[in-house]
């Protein structure tokens, strides 16, 4: 049976988790992280950042040929982070995916300071991926708690969501030596009645994407049950600016609060997480209703025992979906078809009270790693993928002991966002 949404399930979304802090850092712009000595270069790197209202920072860890971490960098936004407003206080600050993003053509990493309504952007050494470098300085997101942003295929075009009391969208052309130069009528409204720092999870904006083809920008809001939420998505045209209102598509028959979107290759359509359910799929290639309901149909597909199924990612390996609920800790590997149906393959319990929150795949000579904020344990667990159904934790990476020991604060309510870069 399909699971309702309730009060009960939402107070699952944050498992409490202890304070773990050191000094505040000031001053510093690096801080070196050096797990073990390592002579040979990298393969990659994979970023999250500290979102601490003091500083928040990238923290970078290399990717060895085996696809395990080593922690290499923490790295100084030049922003503030941010916690939404829940009860109680708990792992997924921005309740959001996508706070931070590689764009792998662009070697750009670009990176959310909720707290002080500034995107960083940073450019990615491709010898040596910890190395980022900021460029030019943190600009204003034009709204109000930017929590999730998206890079274009090519990398020169970066769109963030606002998801505060000024809260939307707004795009950016990427220029090397500026860094990001806001693109003209990209600001576009969802006019939602949210405050700063927003309340939620319920009735928050959740993460923004690009569409398959590129001619969209799509954005995720939560409802607040009984109101199921939205997809919200905007026509790029072709000078990069958006259309100038959005066509809402919402989750039916019982999707609730659509969270992360992951492209489902070659089918015009979406796997969107869901909270209140387990996953909904979207298919925007089915056409417009007659009597003018927007295009787009979906389909909920339900996770039994799930609390909070909220992150998303593709492995083009294995060519499954692998989903992770901060509540259960589990990570959840799903199959979509070429009709769109959509079933659970396996499941990976990555422990009680890890809340397993944002994660990414990353392909490294030739074999496919999930990589997980295991926030509640302040880690990242890295999983092989070897093929469909056989998913394998090989390492668990403490990060807070390293980061407190250089002098930087961490804590496991704050932490946020997961993307990999891999060299070419
Ligand atoms: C916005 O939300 C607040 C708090 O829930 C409510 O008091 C207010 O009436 C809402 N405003 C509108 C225009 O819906
Ligand atoms: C956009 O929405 C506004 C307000 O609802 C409406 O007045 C306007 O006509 C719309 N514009 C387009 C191009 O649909
Ligand atoms: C439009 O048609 C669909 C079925 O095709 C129906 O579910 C929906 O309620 C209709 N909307 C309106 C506004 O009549
Ligand atoms: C994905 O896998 C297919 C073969 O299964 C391959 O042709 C394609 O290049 C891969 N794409 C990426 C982005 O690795
Ligand atoms: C995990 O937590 C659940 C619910 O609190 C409990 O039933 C289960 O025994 C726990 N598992 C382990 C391995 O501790």
């Known amino acids: 049976m399909m699971k309702l949404f309730t009060t009960a399930s939402l107070a699952a979304l944050s498992c409490g988790s202890a304070l773990v802090s050191g000094l505040p850092l000031q001053g510093r712009s690096t801080v070196h992280l050096r797990t073990r000595t390592s002579s040979s270069s990298s393969h990659g790197a994979a970023y999250f950042m500290t979102n601490e209202p003091t500083g928040n920072f990238v923290i970078a860890a290399d990717i060895g040929s085996d696809g395990t971490l080593n922690l290499n960098r923490a790295v100084a936004t030049h922003g ?49 991926p910890s190395d980022i470098t900021m460029i030019g300085e943190p600009v204003s997101s034009e709204g109000e708690f930017p929590m999730s942003l998206v890079a274009s295929d090519s990398g020169d075009m970066v769109c963030v969501l606002n998801g505060g009391a000024v809260n939307g969208v707004n795009c950016f052309s990427v220029d090397e030596q500026k860094g990001l130069v806001s693109m003209p009528n990209t600001l576009r409204s969802l006019g939602l009645n949210q405050t700063t720092p927003p309340s939620g999870p319920p009735g928050t904006t959740s993460h923004i994407v690009f569409n398959e083809a590129g001619t969209q920008l799509i954005a995720s809001v939560k409802g ?46 979406l796997l969107v997480t869901d909270p209140g359910v387990g996953f909904d799929i979207f298919d925007f290639s089915a056409q417009p209703d007659t009597n003018g309901t927007a295009g787009g149909k979906s389909s909920a597909v339900p996770i039994d025992g799930q609390s909070a199924t909220c992150w998303s990612s593709f492995s083009n390996q294995t060519g499954n979906f692998y989903l992770t609920d901060v509540g259960t800790g589990i990570v959840t590997e799903v199959n979509v078809d070429s009709n769109l149906k959509g079933t659970i393959v396996q499941q990976y319990p990555q422990g009680n009270g890890t809340s397993t929150i944002d994660n990414d795949v990353a392909t490294v000579n030739n074999n496919d790693f999930l990589y997980v904020l295991a926030a509640g344990t302040t880690s990242v667990h890295v999983l092989s993928l070897p093929a469909p159904g056989q998913a394998q934790l090989i390492q668990t990476l403490d990060f807070s002991g390293p980061i407190q020991a250089a002098g930087l604060t961490i804590t496991a309510d704050n932490v946020q966002g997961m993307t990999a870069f891999v060299k070419a």
């Open 80 to 128: 503030l982070g941010s916690h939404g407003v829940s009860n109680p206080l708990g792992p997924d600050p921005l309740f959001a995916q996508g706070s931070v993003k590689a764009s792998a053509s662009g070697k750009l990493l670009a990176v959310v300071n909720p707290g002080s309504n500034t995107i960083t952007a940073f450019s990615i050494n491709p010898n040596d």
């Open 224 to 269: 607040i049950p009984p109101t199921p939420g939205f997809l919200a998505v905007w026509d790029i045209e072709s000078d990069g600016s958006l259309s100038p209102n959005f066509t809402a598509i919402e989750p039916q028959p019982t999707g609730a609060l659509p969270f992360s979107m992951t492209i489902i290759p070659g089918q015009d359509a």
